[in-house]
């Protein structure tokens, strides 16, 4: 997400580094490139106009004409308003309501909203340690309460029996009764959505909200309509007492237009981003760690607390304990190449980390690709336990062997063996606390380009 808005952000606080100093001539051009950056990832032209006219004063002030490095300042200025303009700070679900709390998810056909009611329910479960009861309302579309009827019973999700032919109005009330008996702490409730906003479908979930007395009602938007989704915001904020959006589709949008324009022509917050279509991928929105990711400068603490979410308790301590003994196997590197196929595989990582744009044109010109995540576990699994538990043992027929596992060659065999090593060694040195010869972001040089 954000890569179009990113580069070009990258390419404007490049120039801007290498001023001594800034004249207005100078920030003018800045400002020019960064609203052109803006309108180019389908942010509202509104949108664009008033962040320049929020930045350009402060950018010009007094604080710029005394700082040392007038470029690091005005990307802080640039920072600290786009911030503001996603909502200054992440919004937290309302559970201050008597169980079971009713919640509801509006929004238009094809927006994901089944989908994204059972990733909220897992997440509650998961995040929360709450009981959810799952009901659909949508009558309309084919097969709408069989497709979150099925995805509760593939995760486990308590959701409301379907009786054919019963109203929205009917079914909201028999499931507070259902998740009442049932102990459930929150009610989701899947509402039905239309291909555009019409007359029937807004009087209809103002009844449900009139029925029901919601503690939120989530709008749930496509990202990859960018202007039409805060547009569709603001139709819904007219209707209702609209309390948050998830962004749907957010892996797939590179402009990233949706999220910056929305909050700010909604005055709605973007609690949510959905990442993927695997049940876990639902992410928190944080405003500060989005605006941090947009300008190039990474989200190390999203990253952490991925892996910390994806990775077991067991497998923790397991690292921790190997680590400790300064030790590292290629079981432990097998688990790491798993892990990050968890977190999206290395494009999903990159995305986290800082410079991310000229990370992955290195990638690119090197022809790295998430291939070669499954490359090599295909070759750590044609090895036997004694060729993982110690690697040094691997001699020539070895390798031909498990080349001919793997469906490689040797040459590749020998490249895993290298990355391995440096891999090790790093280990090593981190359990000594001995970080010399490692580069800003933790990796030594040497094994990016052994990569290559």
């Not at 007359?199 to 909200?209: F, R």
């Not at 929305?262 to 695997?278: A, D, Q, R, T």
């Amino acid at each position: 997400m954000f890569e179009n808005l990113t580069n070009k952000f990258e390419e404007v606080f490049s120039s801007l580094k290498k001023a001594p100093s800034l004249d207005e001539k100078q920030v003018d051009e800045g400002l020019k490139g960064i609203r052109q950056a803006l309108l180019e990832a389908d942010v509202s032209l509104n949108v664009a106009k008033d962040f320049i006219e929020n930045v350009k004063p402060k950018a010009l002030g007094q604080e710029i004409i005394r700082s040392t490095s007038p470029g690091q300042m005005v990307i802080k200025i640039v920072y600290d308003e786009l911030v503001k303009l996603l909502g200054e700070k992440n919004e937290d679900i309302n559970l201050n309501a008597v169980p079971p709390v009713p919640m509801m998810l509006v929004g238009l056909q094809g927006s994901g909203k089944t989908t994204t009611t059972a990733k909220l329910a897992k997440f509650l479960e998961k995040n929360k340690k709450k009981k959810i009861m799952m009901a659909s309302l949508d009558v309309y579309r084919p097969a709408a309460q069989e497709q979150l009827k099925s995805l509760g019973e593939q995760n486990s999700i308590l959701t409301l029996p379907i009786i054919e032919g019963q109203l929205p109005d009917d079914i909201c009330r028999r499931a507070i009764s259902a998740a009442n008996l049932n102990g459930a702490d929150i009610i989701l409730f899947d509402t039905a959505g239309r291909t555009q906003i019409d007359l029937q479908m807004m009087s209809e979930i103002k009844e449900i909200e009139n029925i029901i007395k919601p503690s939120e009602i989530f709008l749930v938007a496509d990202s990859l309509t960018g202007q039409v989704a805060a547009e569709v915001a603001k139709e819904f904020k007219n209707t209702v007492n609209l309390t948050g959006i998830v962004l749907t589709r957010a892996d797939g949008d590179a402009r990233g237009g949706a999220a910056v324009s929305m909050k700010y022509i909604s005055n709605v917050p973007i609690k949510f981003l959905g990442i993927g279509e695997k049940i876990e991928n639902l992410e928190v929105f944080h405003p500060d760690r989005i605006a941090n990711r947009i300008l190039g400068m990474g989200d190390v603490v999203s990253l952490v607390e991925k892996a910390s979410q994806d990775l077991s308790e067991e497998n923790l301590k397991k690292t921790e304990e190997n680590l400790k003994k300064g030790s590292f196997s290629m079981e432990d590197y097998l688990t790491q190449l798993r892990q990050m196929k968890k977190m999206g595989g290395i494009e999903g990582i990159m995305s986290f980390l800082p410079g991310v744009s000229k990370i992955k044109s290195q990638m690119d010109k090197a022809g790295l690709d998430e291939s070669i995540i499954s490359q090599n576990e295909a070759i750590i699994l044609s090895m036997t336990k004694k060729e993982r538990d110690n690697p040094k043992i691997i001699n020539g027929s070895r390798r031909k062997r498990i080349a001919n596992g793997s469906g490689t060659d040797v040459a590749t065999i020998n490249k895993l063996l290298k990355q391995f090593k440096m891999m090790s060694e790093m280990m090593k040195k981190m359990s000594k606390g001995d970080l010399k010869g490692m580069t800003d972001k933790g990796v030594p040089p040497e094994l990016f380009n052994q990569l290559k």
